[in-house]
């Protein structure tokens, strides 16, 4: 058995403790289990693991009055349910987007008188130019 | 109960019999439960999120296709809920959530540290302790497998991702639980 067939088990192992592999694949790693010693420290390790992880359940929560909180919200529209967010979505502000649009309506018309004074000043300069080397 | 026993309350869920969802609510809101709470560790956001779920299979029993059993369907829709409230819970924290951080495929642990004053008094709380520094990746892959003891395919097909991720994930974390559990009990849950 090379090191990828090894690999491919150790893969395996997790759902050979919990029983749903199929026939084929738990006959596989019951042999490799049966001759490779450090397999079978691992193993029993996951099978300890599967204990406390099974142990370590919260309490039941059903009850009559999960129930009835349930009930309630049966035969609500879809959309008045509250969903899980414990943060609210914050909306679209409209008041906000329209200040940043008049905030670039106002910028183009700066630039745009800007380079209009500069294009006069140009104007300007080569005249005079123009007018000195006659 | 069986699947057989599903089957039947979905089908006068279907015809929208109170009674059926009662049952159904009584045989799987614990399950939905501890599913969501491993993933999302908040009791409040885990106990909305069954609500969600269960109103979801009294709005849509038909979504449930027969492709899987009740319980991995079941399953599959808390996973996607349990996700929605991570990444609007990591949105709010103002940290960018991308698919790559839901996969989160890294061996990078999480601190896993515990000063003397924090030692636990036994196994179960030092293997409660040691999941909490997983991510939610690895503890949903951890729970499926020994909790709800379902098969890795099953596990893949709930959580729509391949195979060989579920294996990953489950490599990842059963290392990340050996080093923090090797850590927080001083080498007694050791092995090779």
Same mark, same amino acid.
């Given at each position: 058995?090379?090191?990828?067939?090894?690999?491919?088990?150790?893969?395996?192992?997790?759902?050979?403790?919990?029983?749903?592999?199929?026939?084929?694949?738990?006959?596989?790693?019951?042999?490799?289990?049966?001759?490779?010693?450090?397999?079978?420290?691992?193993?029993?390790?996951?099978?300890?693991?599967?204990?406390?992880?099974?142990?370590?359940?919260?309490?039941?929560?059903?009850?009559?009055?999960?129930?009835?909180?349930l009930?309630?919200?049966l035969h609500?529209?879809a959309?008045?349910?509250?969903?899980?967010?414990?943060?609210?979505?914050?909306?679209?502000?409209?008041?906000?987007?329209?200040?940043?649009?008049?905030?670039?309506?106002?910028?183009?018309?700066?630039?745009?008188?800007?380079?209009?004074?500069?294009?006069?000043?140009?104007?300007?300069?080569?005249?005079?130019?123009?007018?000195?080397?006659? | 109960?069986?699947q057989?026993d599903d089957l039947q309350l979905l089908e006068q869920i279907r015809s929208g019999s109170e009674t059926a969802m009662k049952r159904f609510y009584?045989r799987y809101?614990?399950?939905?439960?501890?599913?969501?709470?491993?993933?999302?560790?908040?009791?409040?956001?885990?106990?909305?999120?069954?609500?969600e779920v269960l109103l979801q299979v009294w709005q849509k029993p038909d979504s449930f296709r027969g492709a899987s059993s009740v319980k991995t369907w079941v399953?599959g829709i808390?996973? %996607?809920?349990?996700? @929605?409230?991570? &990444?609007?819970? =990591?949105?709010?924290?103002?940290?960018?959530?991308? $698919?790559?951080?839901?996969?989160?495929?890294?061996?990078?642990?999480?601190?896993?540290?515990?000063?003397?004053? %924090?030692?636990?008094? @036994?196994?179960? &709380?030092?293997? =409660?302790?040691?999941?909490?520094?997983?991510?939610? $990746?690895?503890?949903?892959?951890?729970?499926?497998?020994?909790?709800?003891?379902?098969?890795?395919?099953?596990?893949?097909?709930?959580?729509?991702?391949?195979?060989?991720?579920?294996?990953?994930?489950?490599?990842?974390?059963?290392?990340?639980?050996?080093?923090?559990?090797?850590?927080?009990?001083?080498?007694?849950?050791?092995?090779?």
């Amino acid at each position: 058995m090379n090191r990828d067939d090894s690999e491919q088990l150790r893969e395996q192992l997790p759902w050979a403790v919990n029983g749903t592999l199929t026939p084929a694949e738990q006959a596989e790693v019951d042999a490799w289990l049966a001759r490779d010693a450090a397999a079978t420290e691992e193993f029993a390790f996951l099978q300890r693991l599967a204990e406390e992880v099974k142990a370590d359940a919260p309490d039941t929560i059903v009850s009559e009055f999960g129930w009835e909180r349930l009930k309630r919200q049966l035969h609500t529209p879809a959309a008045a349910v509250p969903t899980t967010s414990t943060v609210p979505e914050r909306p679209f502000n409209w008041w906000r987007g329209m200040g940043i649009a008049a905030m670039l309506v106002v910028a183009v018309q700066v630039g745009w008188v800007w380079q209009l004074q500069r294009d006069n000043a140009g104007l300007q300069v080569s005249a005079d130019v123009r007018c000195c080397t006659g | 109960m069986d699947q057989h026993d599903d089957l039947q309350l979905l089908e006068q869920i279907r015809s929208g019999s109170e009674t059926a969802m009662k049952r159904f609510y009584q045989r799987y809101a614990d399950i939905i439960y501890r599913f969501a709470l491993r993933t999302l560790q908040n009791p409040g956001d885990a106990s909305e999120v069954v609500n969600e779920v269960l109103l979801q299979v009294w709005q849509k029993p038909d979504s449930f296709r027969g492709a899987s059993s009740v319980k991995t369907w079941v399953l599959g829709i808390t996973h %996607h809920k349990a996700v @929605d409230v991570v &990444r609007r819970n =990591r949105r709010h924290h103002d940290n960018h959530v991308s $698919d790559e951080v839901i996969d989160l495929e890294t061996d990078v642990a999480p601190g896993c540290m515990l000063t003397d004053s %924090h030692v636990m008094a @036994d196994n179960q &709380r030092f293997v =409660r302790h040691c999941m909490q520094t997983l991510s939610e $990746d690895h503890r949903q892959v951890v729970h499926l497998t020994f909790f709800e003891e379902l098969s890795y395919p099953d596990i893949a097909g709930l959580l729509g991702v391949p195979l060989g991720t579920v294996k990953t994930r489950m490599m990842h974390a059963k290392n990340l639980l050996m080093n923090c559990l090797h850590r927080v009990t001083r080498g007694e849950w050791a092995t090779g």
